[in-house]
């Protein structure tokens, strides 16, 4: 299974909504979505599915990613996402069903928490940017292995050290 864990993409400034949880990307974030996602299909790097937090921002984000890669099981909105949440149990869940790619657009730290859990700290250092990509690859142990990371500004793909 290839696995892609992205962070939402730029959104508005926590006082422009009395509830977190509505916050909306800004035209910036829109623009950085876009551009993610065409960089993702030139590449060829097309999940199955994307399942994303229930915040806007994310939700926001998969729908847009979704809109230029056109996932086949579309976008799936899963409360295992949110902030304060654990996205291990997810990803287990999309690996007992033998998925074959499987995108996850949430929030730091929760993303970067899932990157540690499973490759470890040494692994994963840093933090996910916002609109930032990861890409593992499990193999037929189950064991992940980091492919590469999108850099959302310049489109380049890379290790994270």
């Known amino acids: 299974m290839k696995l892609y864990v992205m962070r939402h993409s730029a959104a508005e400034d926590a006082s422009a909504s009395p509830n977190d949880f509505d916050r909306a990307l800004t035209m910036k974030g829109r623009k950085r979505s876009v551009e993610v996602a065409k960089f993702l299909a030139a590449q060829k790097e097309l999940p199955d599915i994307i399942v994303s937090s229930p915040l806007v921002r994310a939700v926001q984000t998969a729908e847009i990613v979704a809109s230029v890669l056109q996932p086949a ?17 997810l990803f287990q869940e999309f690996g007992q069903r033998s998925a074959k790619a499987v995108m996850l657009v949430g929030h730091e730290p929760g993303v970067s928490e899932l990157m540690i859990a499973l490759l470890g700290e040494a692994a994963w250092p840093k933090g ?16 992940p292995k980091l492919r590469w990371v999108l850099d959302p500004k310049s489109l380049r793909l890379g290790s994270h050290r």
Do not use: I, Y
């Open 128 to 143: 996910f940017t916002k609109s930032m990509v990861a890409s593992l690859k499990l193999d037929e142990a189950g064991v």
């Open 73 to 89: 099981d579309g976008v799936v909105v899963r409360q295992d996402l949110a902030p304060g949440q654990t996205a291990f149990a």
